[in-house]
């Protein structure tokens, strides 16, 4: 079976800095594409950002770029989102998600099969 554990959310103030770790079991990581989703309650998941299988290939949603930073370590099944200069308006539950091959072209949500529980990110002003 697949599993999709995301860990490292938190309160934080405006500016401050998380980072967020996701840990896949049951995937051959290293063939699959990641990436980190975002969502609040009655409004509908939005996509952070993405990274191929290598690690060689990342997107991210204008309005996370320059302040996140996709990585992953396919040593240890590991995904990672840096997120700094962070805003009350990140203030969301992240999602790790695995595509369903190697590469994406985006963020789209059917391009992902697998998707952990969600760590809540909260960032005060």
């Known amino acids: 079976q697949v599993q999709v554990v995301e860990s490292g959310g938190g309160e934080v103030q405006e500016g401050g800095s998380l980072r967020l770790s996701c840990t896949a079991s049951?995937?051959?990581?290293?063939?699959?594409?990641m990436g980190w989703f975002r969502q609040n309650p009655g409004k509908e998941r939005q996509g952070v950002a993405c990274i191929s299988w290598s690690g060689s290939g990342v997107y991210y949603s204008d309005s996370m770029r320059g302040r996140f930073t996709i990585s992953r370590d396919n040593d240890k099944n590991t995904l990672y989102l840096q997120m700094n200069g962070l805003k009350p308006e990140d203030t969301a539950i992240y999602y790790c998600a695995g595509g369903k091959g190697p590469v994406v072209t985006g963020l789209r949500l059917a391009d992902y099969d697998y998707w952990g529980q969600g760590t809540q990110v909260t960032v005060s002003s």
């Open positions: 049951g995937l051959t990581f290293d063939v699959h594409a």
